[in-house]
């Protein structure tokens, strides 16, 4: 079993950063790969970006290449998401994500490949 919480969200203005946190307790992090996803209102969650578990590859969707950036700290049993120059269209609830599947350098996409989620952590973007 694994927990997550992530931190980090809240208002910013177009054009702004924050850095969103995923802290995990439980068994060791570095066992799984962690995937960030995010939900808007009226739509479906999508993926915003995975990391390995080894940390050597990386996952980011088409839209946030170049701006957000996935990073990992087993030392402290968390990952993070950097994201910079963020839009309005951007909010969304942020969730974070951890599975076991596949080799230590495979980076999970999809939804349906993580056992363990965090309860989301909020995000607007003003315009």
């Known amino acids: 079993q694994v927990n997550l919480v992530e931190s980090g969200g809240g208002l910013v203005q177009a054009g702004g950063s924050l850095r969103l946190s995923c802290a995990a307790s439980?068994?060791?992090?570095?066992?799984?790969?962690v995937g960030w996803f995010r939900q808007a209102p009226g739509k479906e969650r999508e993926s915003v970006g995975a990391v390995s578990r080894s940390g050597t590859s990386t996952y980011y969707t088409d839209s946030v290449k170049g701006r957000f950036t996935i990073s990992r700290d087993d030392a402290k049993n968390t990952v993070y998401l950097q994201m910079n120059s963020l839009k309005a269209e951007e909010t969304a609830v942020y969730y974070c994500?951890?599975?076991?599947?596949?080799?230590?350098?495979?980076?999970?996409?999809?939804?349906?490949?993580?056992?363990?989620w965090g309860q989301g952590t909020p995000v607007t973007v003003s315009s």
């Open positions: 994500a951890a599975g076991a599947r596949g080799s230590t350098s495979y980076v999970a996409v999809r939804d349906y490949e993580y056992d363990y």
């Open positions: 439980g068994r060791t992090f570095s066992w799984y790969s």
